[in-house]
C-alpha cells in the first residue's frame, strides 16, 4: 500500500486481537506503530515481538493527562504522527437496565477519548496530511435485543466520523470510519469460550459469507483507508461485514422453503 512505510501510526486498543491485527499489518508496510492500551502486560508482549518498529504507552482514554503522555512519548520517539486508529471500546451494556454510570463510561471510552487525542493530534496529522479511521460497527446500523449503549455509541461515532471529516479536510486530514461484522475479536472469543467453530456457527446465519471475520480482514481495511489508494475517500463508513448489513433481516438460508415444510 501507498502512503505508509515510514509514517506513525497511534493504535488505542492496539493490544486487543484487532489492535494487534492492525499493528501487525502496518508494520509489515514499514510503519511505526504506537501501541496504546490499559492492558500494560498484553501491550508489552507486543512491543516484544515486533521490536523497534512498536512502541507501548498505557494509556486511560477516559484520563486527558494520559493522553497528553501518550501523544507526548510517541513525538519524543518518532518526531512524527500520521495516523490514528480507533480500535479501543468498552462493551459496559446492560441494555434498559443501564445507569447513568454505565452510560457515562460507555461514551467517555468508546467517543470522548478519541476526539481528546484527535484534538491533541490535529496539528500533527494536518502537517502529516495523514488519516483517521474509527471503529463503528454493525450495531450501529440496526436495533439489538437487549443492548443499548454499544449500539447507541457506535451510531454516534459514524456521525462523528462524517463531522471530523468536513472539519478537518481543509488540513488535508482525512478521517474514515469502518462496520466490522462479527470477528473473531476478545468479546467473541471469550463469550465463545476461545471456540471458533461455535462462533462461527453462530454467526453464520447473520453473515451472507456464513462465518466470522478474522481481525486480519478488518485490519485490511483499515490499512487501506490510511493509504494513499484511499486518497479520494473520507467521510465514510466502510462495511467489513461478510454481507450483515446487505442481508438486512435476512438470514443466509431461503426462508420461503420452511412455508412448504
Known amino acids: 500500500m501507498k502512503g505508509i512505510k515510514g509514517k506513525v501510526a497511534i493504535i488505542p486498543g492496539g493490544a486487543t486481537k484487532i489492535g494487534e491485527a492492525a499493528v501487525e499489518r502496518f508494520i509489515k508496510e514499514g510503519a511505526k506503530v504506537a501501541i496504546a492500551d490499559i492492558n500494560a502486560e498484553a501491550g508489552a508482549a507486543l512491543v516484544k515481538k515486533y521490536g523497534d518498529n512498536a ?102 461515532i459514524v456521525q462523528l466520523t462524517r463531522n471530523q471529516a468536513v472539519d478537518l479536510a481543509p488540513d488535508g486530514v482525512r478521517v474514515n470510519c469502518v462496520s466490522p461484522g462479527w470477528t473473531w475479536s476478545n468479546i467473541i472469543e471469550e463469550l465463545s469460550g476461545g471456540n471458533r467453530a461455535k462462533a462461527d456457527g453462530v454467526a453464520g446465519s447473520f453473515h451472507a459469507l456464513g462465518r466470522c471475520g478474522d481481525a486480519e480482514e478488518v485490519a485490511n481495511a483499515v490499512l487501506f483507508l490510511c493509504s494513499d489508494e484511499a486518497s479520494f475517500i473520507t467521510g465514510t463508513d466502510l462495511a467489513v461485514d461478510g454481507g450483515y448489513g446487505a442481508m438486512g433481516p435476512e438470514q443466509n438460508k431461503p426462508a420461503i422453503p420452511l412455508l412448504m415444510e
Open 55 to 156: 512502541m507501548f504507552v498505557e494509556t486511560d482514554l477516559r484520563d486527558d493527562a494520559s493522553i497528553d503522555a501518550l501523544v507526548s512519548a510517541v513525538k519524543g520517539a518518532w518526531g512524527r504522527i500520521d495516523f490514528l486508529i480507533n480500535v479501543a471500546c468498552t462493551y459496559v451494556d446492560e441494555g434498559i437496565a443501564s445507569p447513568r454510570a454505565d452510560w457515562l463510561e460507555a461514551f467517555n471510552v468508546n467517543v470522548v477519548g478519541s476526539v481528546v487525542l484527535m484534538q491533541k493530534t490535529k496539528d500533527e496529522l494536518a502537517k502529516n496530511k495523514g488519516a483517521i479511521v474509527n471503529f463503528a460497527s454493525i450495531s450501529a446500523h440496526v436495533a439489538q435485543t437487549g443492548r443499548w449503549l454499544y449500539p447507541v455509541c457506535k451510531a454516534a
